[in-house]
């Protein structure tokens, strides 16, 4: 029993080591705002001029440039807000029911309840305004994905997007009250989430497939791309 004890302490050690370490190269700060952006997709609100920029996105797996990315966030009493502006010059928009939206280039969100994420979150969201969502848990000592359920729904999650010149928009809004009912707040304050920013980047190929980038912003260090792990989160922390 202690020797059971002792490798489990050891891995929670080890999955919060690389928590912290994510954390202190990934932290972005949701300011407050006294006045709802509109979600509508275009995300030409003027309220998210007062957002902080996000654009660290890059290609973990990849040694190319990736292509620009930015994520901006908000939150008033009501709810959280996002938007993704990315770059995109060969948009991949899947066709088969079963599948369209995880053949599509799309924007990613993961949220998770501890650091070693017994139980997390996603959110991805593509061209279309098509969500797939899920709720997901990770072995820490087999350090893999244990299980998917893809029915899971975000209780409130409002997304739009929208085609631009340069490649897509997606903003959406989740509920303050979802984020209590899942237990997501780190803090008693409520003022800190276990987060995850993600971009699948997709290219149609001549011969019918799809060349799959993945960007991330931070580096998980996996040799595989793998965004379901806690090396991919760092923290969202609200701000007044």
Sequence with gaps: ???????????????????????????????????????????NDAVWQSAKTLTQFSFPWRTQMAPATEFKALWDTNAMYFRYRVEDKQLAVGTDPERAILDSDRVEIFLAKDVGLSQYYTMEIDAKS???????????????RTALDSTWQW???????????????????????TLDALGLWQDSAKTTLL?????????PQ???????????????????????????????TFTQ
């Design 1 to 43: 029993m202690k020797k059971a004890f002792g490798i489990s302490a050891l891995v929670m050690a080890s999955a919060f080591s690389a928590h912290v370490a994510a954390e202190s190269v990934s932290n972005y700060q949701v300011q407050f705002t006294s006045q709802a952006p509109v979600i509508d997709g275009t995300g």
């Design 130 to 144: 098509r969500v797939f969502s899920g709720k997901a848990a990770y072995d820490t000592a087999m350090k893999k």
């Design 206 to 236: 001549p011969n019918g497939k799809i060349d799959m980038g993945w960007m991330t912003w931070v580096d998980p260090n996996t040799p595989k791309p793998n965004f379901h792990n806690p090396g991919t989160f760092g923290t969202c």
């Design 155 to 177: 209780p409130g999650l409002v997304a739009k997007a929208s085609l631009t010149e340069t490649g897509y928009v997606v903003e959406g809004s989740l509920p303050l009250k």
């Design 195 to 203: 987060c995850a920013l993600m971009r699948a980047e997709f290219t």
